[in-house]
T-cell receptor
Framework: KNEVEQSPQNLTAQEGEFITINCSYSVGISALHWLQQHPGGGIVSLFM???GKKKHGRLIATINIQEKHSSLHITASHPRDSAVYIC??????????FGAGTRLFVKA | NAGVTQTPKFQVLKTGQSMTLQCAQD?????MSWYRQDPGMGLRLIHY???????DQGEVPNGYNVSRSTTEDFPLRLLSAAPSQTSVYFC???????????FGPGTRLTVL
């Protein structure tokens, strides 16, 4: 069992839909990251959180430390949101464990 | 600022060849790392550095060497390329541990 698991692996949505991507982890963490990887391959950081909730534009990230679970929500999805979304857990000692990613395709 | 740069973008090697993947950052970050990304798997740490002159192994270090002579540069050397090293390689930097990482654009390497 992977220490950081994401679901779903693939997701197709219609433009305007509300999207949720889930991340579960089995290790102790100091922080959890959500990253976005566009088809061109570049990876950018979206959020880093250790508790509660963060919002940036149409993106919302939440984390429940007790349940070892985080979610990334996209409101009013748009085709430009099509990308791979990666969850990553900082476990301390300069060790970050990455999930395999969720591939999102938003249809116009 | 250019951020994190990597060269080359694409490379094809024959088994047994050696090469160096270049990584540079202009943000004066102390911490730099190399990852590989394989289909269906998360990014895996190859080597990392916490400052000039200091490097350490990550999860999958075999077949790779690194050095950190300056804060800016962190090259990754493949000593004798093998098909199992076919992957996309990302360099990343961060000013502090447990902080946002800044990724380079990646190098797609194919070993025949």
């Amino acid at each position: 069992k992977n220490e950081v698991e994401q679901s779903p692996q693939n997701l197709t949505a219609q433009e305007g839909e509300f999207i949720t991507i889930n991340c579960s982890y089995s290790v102790g963490i100091s922080a959890l990251h959500w990253l976005q990887q566009h088809p061109g391959g570049g990876i950018v950081s979206l959020f880093m959180l250790s508790s509660g909730k963060k919002k940036h534009g149409r993106l919302i990230a939440t984390i429940n430390i007790q349940e070892k679970h985080s979610s990334l929500h996209i409101t009013a999805s748009h085709p430009r949101d099509s990308a791979v979304y990666i969850c990553a857990a900082d476990t301390g000692g300069f060790k970050t464990i990455f999930g395999a990613g969720t591939r999102l395709f938003v249809k116009a | 600022n250019a951020g994190v740069t990597q060269t080359p973008k694409f490379q094809v090697l024959k088994t047994g060849q050696s090469m160096t993947l270049q990584c540079a950052q202009d943000m004066n970050h102390e911490y730099m790392s190399w990852y590989r990304q394989d289909p269906g798997m998360g990014l895996r740490l190859i080597h990392y550095s916490v400052g000039a002159g200091i490097t350490d192994q990550g999860e999958v270090p075999n077949g790779y060497n690194v050095s950190r002579s300056t804060t800016e540069d962190f090259p990754l050397r493949l000593l004798s390329a093998a098909p199992s090293q076919t992957s996309v390689y990302f360099c990343a930097s961060t000013p502090f541990p447990y902080n946002e990482q800044f990724f380079g654009p990646g190098t797609r390497l194919t070993v025949l």
